[in-house]
């Protein structure tokens, strides 16, 4: 079979770069060493989130929000996105302060989805909050989706425009020959003009391997989620000063996410449970919620996901020999990211450039000095 | 600090309680855990007081559980009543839910007796209120002694069943029909293996003696029973089955149904220990070699929750674990424990000479799981049924974990104990390969659901990484 692409890695952002190459015509195979969505993918919190993001990100964060709004036309899939809303409560007036900040920054930058709330709206959107909170920042039209289900629409339309996926292969290796990209694999060795680097977590040895390493470690956000509750949750609720992410799910459960890792490793495939950093989880939770002190939790878990240096991803060509495309390393939060960066990807591909500013997710930024700070809100999905 | 054990046993039944004696009176610190608030596990559940006036309504085993109980209060192990284990970790750290107070604990060694479940098997109307397991209607019988009301159905296949109706008929209990589902082609596939199990003449003896119990008593007992389901609206109000070829129905309050027991393998398969298919069986259970050592470093296994082997079984495999416990904490030599093994071995080995016939014999009907009708609810948490799991199958999943993605069956409180057997039958079924291929579920902690404020106390003391 004549190819046009090569992805590497069947989680979201590589279904979503093959489906938007498949919509340009070309030919694409994705190749998956587990299943489709079995990593970050399809265990991820599901935030569809602009609110609070890296000013670096926004650009990209509100063009993925539009085709969020807009995604059963894209996939033929609602993906279970829900127009929730997000918000950011503060516990005290620092926090606030730092919030009402931090709308003045992203509106400084030309953008009005932030908006910081008082006391009095914080609680008509969030009436389960506890009264000591103080506000919030609120992105109204942010929400939550699926993750598994948004991984696999994306990935069956993409399949529906005649990409192939291999599942339960594993690339070993990529080399330059002739004009091509060869990706070696366990199941035999495939050949195109384009290799477009998805693989995630196991994205820095592709990169590495094509002269381009990345400072960049795995980590394993972890996640716990309730019993069946009554509805008493709309929006998805985070936190200033703690880690949190926190949601209502339409069928009860209570998703409580927010940043802390539990063990990686990231060879075997698998991850490990912190109990010690769960129970503060379920402190911040229990103070935050009173009507969470009754609830039980009944399952946790943790996704393996890949976090470069800065909290930012990588996303852009090689540096390297031509025909190269990274997208991974997304740090926590690049569900919201997915169908922007296919998009994105595609443009490279076919245009050799993008409309969206991607110029902060260069793969060779670490070989000048460092140009951001890790981001302090890395984590909510 | 962590109170560190040198031997954990988790368990109380049988195996529990003779592994954890056994290890005390070698000399072992040995701390038992159990999530029940008193000794005997489900077999000899309330075996220390029985609330029933005439105790000889349970039978004559029921006293030997009372002896284990006694040597295990004897033996100075320490005894953690109403403890449960919701978290295992690979270095030995068991995550306690202690009379409602979540801590850790870790051990130098652990033995897993954590024993047997009842077979769940989806059928129509199976999640209607009215219908229960007869283990739950036995542990009615046990610890409240309560007894249902007229006219109760009994339904399944498996001895538990026989030994239930005994019981009821002894408490004085109504028994409307005993319907036998074994499918009566079962006794001839049975036979090459009776000869084995005539050593064992007096566990079949009481089985016979049952069944003549309940013969006299008048008891209509319906054989080659299929197509069972439970009628009714907002609770059971009848039961429907086939029989001799007829559709038949019975009005009912109470169905009581029972499909032989299989390993609690939610347990051991947190820690990643290997599991077989068991295709005889029908069930899954942890690969362990003849001391009950698994492959995770330190963890044993003993009793029915290393494979179905009984009440008499699980006591030998509990001693044998302890043995094993002893010589590798140093308190006795390879010599001594082989020494004191021999004769339990002896009798373990002829305890389970009986086991092939009676697999064979009370296996369930392979059309259980092949003939569910699509509408039959399989994962009662999340409300699945068996033709969304086919349809799912046919949309490209392979298994009970990308089943969950595709469906959230298996994602709800009970972590996939109540479908899991039935979801890689079902699934390897549908896709004509062994189950031993499909695979199950990857199990999540907590083992149990654990209150918020509950995981919120624990403290940052001790090493809690799973």
């Given at each position: 079979?004549?190819?046009?692409a090569?992805?590497?890695?069947?989680?979201?952002?590589?279904?979503?770069?093959?489906?938007?190459?498949?919509?340009?015509?070309?030919?694409?195979?994705?190749?998956?060493?587990?299943?489709?969505?079995?990593?970050?993918?399809g265990?991820?919190?599901?935030?569809?989130?602009?609110?609070?993001?890296?000013p670096?990100?926004?650009?990209?964060?509100?063009?993925?929000?539009?085709?969020?709004?807009?995604?059963?036309?894209?996939?033929?899939?609602?993906?279970?996105?829900?127009?929730?809303g997000?918000?950011?409560?503060?516990?005290?007036?620092?926090?606030?302060?730092?919030?009402e900040?931090?709308?003045?920054?992203?509106?400084?930058?030309?953008?009005?989805?932030?908006?910081?709330?008082?006391?009095?709206?914080l609680?008509?959107?969030?009436?389960?909050?506890?009264?000591?909170?103080?506000?919030?920042?609120?992105?109204?039209e942010?929400?939550?989706?699926?993750p598994?289900?948004?991984?696999?629409?994306?990935?069956?339309?993409?399949?529906?425009?005649?990409?192939?996926?291999?599942?339960?292969?594993?690339?070993?290796?990529?080399?330059?020959?002739?004009?091509?990209?060869?990706?070696?694999?366990?199941?035999?060795?495939?050949?195109?003009?384009?290799?477009?680097?998805?693989?995630?977590?196991?994205?820095?040895?592709?990169?590495?391997?094509?002269?381009?390493?990345?400072?960049?470690?795995?980590?394993?956000?972890?996640?716990?989620?309730?019993?069946?509750?009554?509805?008493?949750?709309?929006?998805?609720?985070?936190?200033?000063?703690?880690?949190?992410?926190?949601?209502?799910?339409?069928?009860?459960?209570?998703?409580?996410?927010?940043?802390?890792?539990?063990?990686?490793?990231?060879?075997a495939?698998?991850?490990?449970?912190?109990?010690?950093?769960?129970?503060?989880?379920?402190?911040?939770?229990?103070?935050?919620?009173?009507?969470?002190?009754?609830?039980?939790?009944?399952?946790?878990?943790?996704?393996?996901?890949?976090?470069?240096?800065?909290?930012?991803?990588?996303?852009?060509?090689?540096?390297?020999?031509?025909?190269?495309?990274?997208?991974?390393?997304?740090?926590?939060?690049?569900?919201?990211?997915?169908?922007?960066?296919g998009?994105?990807?595609?443009?490279?591909?076919?245009?050799?450039?993008?409309?969206?500013?991607?110029?902060?997710?260069?793969?060779?930024?670490?070989?000048?000095?460092?140009?951001?700070?890790?981001h302090?809100?890395?984590?909510?999905? | 600090?962590?109170?560190?054990?040198?031997l954990?046993?988790?368990?109380?039944?049988?195996?529990?309680?003779?592994?954890?004696?056994?290890?005390?009176?070698?000399?072992?610190?040995?701390?038992?855990?159990?999530?029940?608030?008193?000794p005997?596990?489900?077999?000899?559940?309330?075996?220390?007081?029985?609330?029933?006036?005439?105790?000889?309504?349970?039978?004559?085993?029921?006293?030997?559980?009372?002896?284990?109980?006694?040597?295990?209060?004897?033996?100075?192990?320490?005894?953690?009543?109403?403890?449960?284990?919701?978290?295992?970790t690979?270095?030995?750290?068991?995550?306690?839910?202690?009379?409602?107070?979540?801590?850790?604990?870790?051990?130098?060694?652990?033995?897993?007796?954590g024993?047997?479940?009842?077979r769940?098997?989806?059928f129509?109307?199976?999640?209607?209120?009215?219908?229960?397991?007869?283990?739950?209607?036995?542990?009615?019988?046990?610890?409240?002694?309560?007894?249902?009301?007229?006219?109760?159905?009994?339904?399944?296949?498996?001895p538990?069943?026989?030994?239930?109706?005994a019981?009821?008929?002894?408490?004085g209990?109504?028994?409307?029909?005993?319907?036998d589902?074994?499918?009566?082609?079962?006794?001839?596939?049975?036979?090459?293996?009776?000869?084995?199990a005539?050593?064992?003449?007096?566990?079949?003896?009481?089985?016979?003696?049952?069944?003549?119990?309940?013969?006299?008593?008048?008891?209509?007992v319906?054989?080659?029973?299929?197509?069972?389901?439970?009628?009714?609206?907002?609770?059971l109000?009848?039961?429907?089955?086939?029989?001799?070829?007829?559709?038949?129905?019975?009005?009912?309050?109470?169905?009581?149904?029972?499909?032989?027991?299989?390993?609690?393998?939610?347990?051991?398969?947190?820690?990643?220990?290997?599991?077989?298919?068991?295709?005889?069986q029908?069930?899954?259970?942890?690969?362990?070699?003849?001391?009950?050592?698994?492959?995770a470093?330190?963890?044993?296994?003993?009793?029915?929750?290393?494979?179905?082997?009984?009440?008499?079984?699980?006591?030998?495999?509990?001693r044998?674990?302890?043995?094993?416990?002893?010589?590798?904490?140093?308190r006795?030599?390879?010599a001594?424990?082989?020494?004191?093994?021999?004769?339990?071995?002896?009798?373990?080995?002829?305890?389970?000479?009986?086991?092939?016939?009676?697999?064979?014999?009370?296996?369930?009907?392979?059309?259980?799981?092949?003939?569910?009708?699509?509408?039959?609810?399989?994962?009662?948490?999340?409300?699945?049924?068996?033709?969304?799991?086919r349809?799912?199958v046919?949309?490209?999943?392979?298994?009970?974990?990308?089943?969950?993605?595709?469906?959230?069956?298996?994602?709800?409180?009970?972590q996939?104990?109540?479908?899991?057997?039935?979801?890689?039958?079902?699934?390897?079924?549908?896709l004509?390969?062994?189950?031993?291929?499909?695979g199950?579920?990857?199990?999540?902690?907590?083992?149990?659901?654990?209150?918020?404020?509950?995981?919120?106390?624990?403290?940052?003391?001790?090493?809690?990484?799973?």
């Amino acid at each position: 079979m004549n190819l046009d692409a090569v992805v590497v890695g069947g989680g979201l952002h590589g279904c979503s770069a093959a489906l938007q190459l498949a919509l340009r015509k070309l030919r694409c195979l994705v190749i998956e060493k587990d299943t489709v969505g079995r990593h970050a993918s399809g265990v991820n919190a599901g935030g569809v989130r602009r609110l609070d993001r890296d000013p670096a990100e926004i650009p990209l964060s509100v063009a993925a929000m539009e085709m969020w709004w807009a995604i059963a036309e894209l996939v033929g899939d609602d993906c279970g996105f829900r127009l929730s809303g997000q918000i950011k409560i503060a516990q005290n007036e620092t926090e606030l302060a730092v919030l009402e900040e931090r709308a003045r920054l992203v509106r400084s930058l030309g953008y009005e989805h932030e908006e910081p709330v008082g006391a009095n709206e914080l609680f008509r959107l969030v009436p389960a909050l506890s009264r000591h909170c103080v506000g919030g920042l609120v992105a109204r039209e942010d929400g939550f989706a699926q993750p598994y289900q948004t991984t696999k629409a994306f990935r069956d339309k993409a399949a529906s425009l005649g990409v192939r996926f291999l599942e339960g292969t594993r690339v070993l290796g990529v080399e330059r020959k002739a004009g091509d990209w060869i990706a070696e694999t366990d199941r035999g060795r495939f050949a195109a003009p384009v290799l477009v680097n998805c693989a995630g977590g196991w994205g820095d040895a592709i990169a590495a391997a094509t002269g381009d390493p990345v400072p960049f470690e795995v980590v394993a956000p972890m996640m716990m989620v309730s019993a069946r509750l009554p509805p008493f949750l709309t929006p998805v609720v985070g936190a200033a000063g703690r880690k949190l992410s926190f949601k209502q799910m339409d069928n009860g459960t209570v998703v409580i996410g927010g940043g802390h890792f539990g063990g990686a490793d990231a060879e075997a495939g698998t991850t490990s449970l912190d109990f010690r950093a769960l129970a503060e989880s379920a402190r911040t939770v229990a103070e935050l919620f009173p009507i969470m002190r009754g609830a039980s939790i009944v399952r946790c878990w943790a996704g393996l996901e890949g976090f470069v240096a800065d909290g930012l991803p990588v996303i852009g060509p090689g540096t390297g020999e031509p025909g190269i495309y990274h997208a991974f390393g997304f740090s926590t939060h690049g569900f919201q990211l997915g169908p922007a960066v296919g998009r994105i990807v595609a443009d490279l591909v076919t245009r050799g450039e993008s409309d969206l500013p991607i110029e902060p997710f260069r793969i060779d930024r670490f070989a000048k000095p460092p140009s951001a700070v890790p981001h302090p809100s890395a984590g909510s999905g | 600090m962590t109170a560190r054990h040198e031997l954990a046993v988790i368990g109380a039944g049988p195996a529990g309680l003779a592994a954890a004696a056994t290890a005390a009176e070698l000399g072992l610190k040995v701390a038992l855990f159990d999530d029940q608030p008193a000794p005997g596990g489900q077999i000899y559940r309330g075996v220390e007081r029985t609330p029933l006036a005439d105790p000889a309504v349970l039978g004559d085993d029921y006293r030997r559980g009372a002896d284990l109980a006694e040597a295990f209060r004897a033996s100075g192990a320490a005894y953690h009543p109403s403890c449960g284990v919701w978290l295992l970790t690979p270095e030995r750290e068991l995550g306690l839910l202690d009379n409602g107070q979540a801590r850790f604990v870790t051990a130098g060694r652990v033995i897993i007796a954590g024993g047997a479940m009842e077979r769940p098997v989806p059928f129509p109307g199976w999640t209607l209120p009215g219908v229960m397991t007869a283990g739950a209607g036995q542990i009615l019988l046990k610890s409240a002694g309560m007894v249902p009301g007229k006219g109760v159905v009994l339904a399944g296949t498996g001895p538990l069943l026989l030994l239930l109706a005994a019981q009821y008929l002894r408490a004085g209990v109504q028994i409307a029909a005993l319907l036998d589902m074994t499918p009566p082609s079962n006794a001839l596939r049975a036979l090459p293996h009776l000869p084995a199990a005539l050593s064992a003449f007096g566990t079949l003896a009481k089985g016979l003696a049952l069944k003549r119990e309940i013969h006299r008593a008048g008891v209509r007992v319906v054989k080659g029973v299929t197509s069972l389901r439970a009628l009714g609206e907002a609770r059971l109000e009848a039961v429907a089955y086939e029989a001799g070829g007829r559709e038949q129905r019975l009005d009912s309050e109470l169905l009581l149904v029972h499909f032989g027991v299989i390993p609690e393998s939610n347990t051991t398969r947190s820690l990643g220990i290997r599991h077989l298919w068991d295709s005889r069986q029908l069930c899954w259970r942890p690969v362990a070699d003849a001391w009950g050592n698994t492959g995770a470093e330190g963890f044993a296994v003993a009793g029915d929750g290393a494979g179905i082997g009984g009440a008499l079984a699980a006591e030998y495999a509990g001693r044998l674990a302890a043995l094993e416990a002893a010589r590798a904490l140093g308190r006795i030599d390879a010599a001594e424990r082989d020494r004191s093994a021999a004769p339990v071995r002896a009798a373990l080995a002829k305890e389970r000479r009986v086991r092939p016939f009676l697999d064979v014999l009370f296996q369930p009907a392979p059309e259980l799981i092949s003939q569910l009708a699509d509408d039959t609810v399989v994962c009662r948490c999340e409300e699945v049924t068996a033709g969304q799991i086919r349809e799912a199958v046919g949309q490209g999943c392979t298994g009970p974990n990308q089943l969950k993605s595709f469906t959230r069956c298996g994602m709800g409180p009970c972590q996939g104990r109540q479908c899991g057997t039935t979801v890689s039958q079902l699934i390897g079924h549908t896709l004509g390969r062994p189950v031993e291929e499909i695979g199950a579920y990857r199990i999540r902690p907590p083992l149990k659901p654990i209150g918020l404020t509950q995981l919120a106390a624990l403290d940052g003391e001790g090493e809690a990484a799973a």
